[in-house]
DNA sequence: CACATTGTACTATATGTATAGTACAATATA
DNA sequence: TATATTGTACTATACATATAGTACAATGTG
């Protein structure tokens, strides 16, 4: 199941946002074929949007043939390979560490102080 | 000097990219206090938008006493100096790394992959 | 002083994003 | 068969973003 999340600040549109992560989600193996997506209802109140955020997200997917809809039964991960590119995947790692220091920066907190806080992470991932 | 890029295919608004790229520029250390920016003109030639978005750039951050204008002079970094104490410091930090943990996860980016990442930044802040 | 440069302030228009609300169609299930 | 669930399809409204165009104000320089 992913865990869906949104960033009002980002000025990213909410239903590029969830396209993204279902995109990422199929590529780094989260989901997989055949997998269900929660329900156009559901996820729209989880993640406090209007129903018509998560449609628009789900409908450009599914005319890329990367999810497939039954009206009536739900939504699911079609069997059309996800390919995010190495690029794109630089990129958005890229775009968040520049926000991450950015966002660390208006406190005075270095890139340094940051990489010492996150090894506590470390080893945490999936 | 700054080198600007727009991605029209980020979703994220070009004021907020100029915004944005500011910003990073000033907690790197690629620009320092009092350095001039381009003119709203020559920047809005430059990225080929309208004058009216670097305008909205240059005024956001002029509010937040981030940049400072002189009317038929120019734009110029100014010289805002955060003061936070050290409790307060720590607690950000803490807060700003969970955020970012998260966010990345969402992309499938682990904490060690943040780490490798922020490493190119490490020594650019003063 | 005259002029160019720089920032500022408007109006108007077009497009994209998001919300609210309503209704209908297809499917699964009790 | 009746009902609930799920996706779909509209209309209407509001706001943000970006562009185009024009004009004015403040400053520096010849």
Same mark, same amino acid.
């Given at each position: 199941?992913?865990?869906?999340? $949104? %960033?009002?600040? #980002?000025?990213?549109?909410?239903?590029?946002?969830?396209?993204?992560?279902?995109?990422?989600?199929?590529?780094?193996?989260?989901? !997989?074929?055949?997998?269900?997506?929660?329900?156009?209802?559901?996820?729209?109140?989880? $993640?406090?949007?209007?129903?018509?955020?998560?449609?628009?997200?789900?409908?450009?997917?599914?005319?890329? !043939?990367? $999810?497939?809809?039954?009206?009536?039964?739900?939504?699911?991960?079609?069997?059309?390979?996800?390919?995010? #590119?190495?690029?794109? !995947?630089?990129? !958005?790692?890229? #775009?968040?560490?520049? %926000?991450?220091?950015?966002?660390?920066?208006?406190?005075?907190?270095?890139?340094?102080?940051?990489?010492?806080? $996150?090894?506590?992470?470390?080893?945490? #991932?999936?």
């Amino acid at each position: 199941m992913l865990e869906f999340q $949104l %960033d009002p600040r #980002s000025g990213v549109p909410f239903y590029r946002q969830i396209i993204d992560q279902i995109r990422f989600g199929m590529a780094t193996g989260r989901v !997989k074929v055949g997998d269900q997506l929660p329900t156009v209802r559901a996820l729209a109140v989880q $993640l406090k949007v209007n129903l018509n955020t998560v449609t628009k997200a789900y409908k450009e997917l599914e005319i890329q !043939k990367i $999810l497939e809809t039954q009206q009536g039964t739900g939504t699911f991960i079609g069997t059309v390979k996800v390919n995010v #590119s190495a690029k794109e !995947k630089r990129a !958005k790692l890229k #775009s968040i560490c520049e %926000d991450y220091v950015n966002a660390a920066a208006v406190y005075g907190i270095t890139p340094k102080q940051l990489i010492d806080e $996150l090894k506590k992470y470390e080893g945490e #991932s999936k």
